[in-house]
């Protein structure tokens, strides 16, 4: 299962973009779904994780109060509301989902990926 990313692009510090994550075949009911950024020459980390029932979640401190992830289960859509933007939010970011857990912060607990989009901030 492939998930499908969009909405990436070049915006200038202090906007705001929305991420889609598209999961056909799967549900976010069933799926806790994870957030992860990776900038050039650094390791994928974690932004935020949501189980699979919505009812716990986890963001990373540098994005607490500015991103916030919903989701749209007639679509079966995961969004990533990403606002008052940073240069040093200048990354490609991935979702994933798994459906093991209740949601986890490690990259290799997850089972499906996105193809990533690219987030550029310019000051």
């Known amino acids: 299962v492939q998930l499908v990313e969009s909405g990436g692009g070049l915006v200038q510090a202090g906007g705001s973009l929305r991420l889609s994550c598209a999961a056909p075949g799967i549900t976010h009911a069933d799926h806790a779904i994870g957030w992860f950024s990776q900038a050039p020459g650094k390791e994928r980390e974690s932004i935020s994780c949501?189980?699979?029932?919505?009812?716990?979640?986890y963001y990373t401190n540098s994005v607490k109060g500015r991103f916030t992830v919903t989701s749209d289960n007639a679509k079966n859509t995961v969004y990533l509301q990403m606002n008052s933007l940073k240069p040093e939010d200048t990354a490609v970011y991935y979702c994933a989902a798994q459906a093991t857990l209740r949601y986890t912060r490690r990259p290799n607990d997850y089972d499906y990926w996105g193809q990533g989009t690219q987030v550029t901030v310019s000051s």
């Open positions: 949501v189980s699979n029932n919505g009812r716990h979640s």
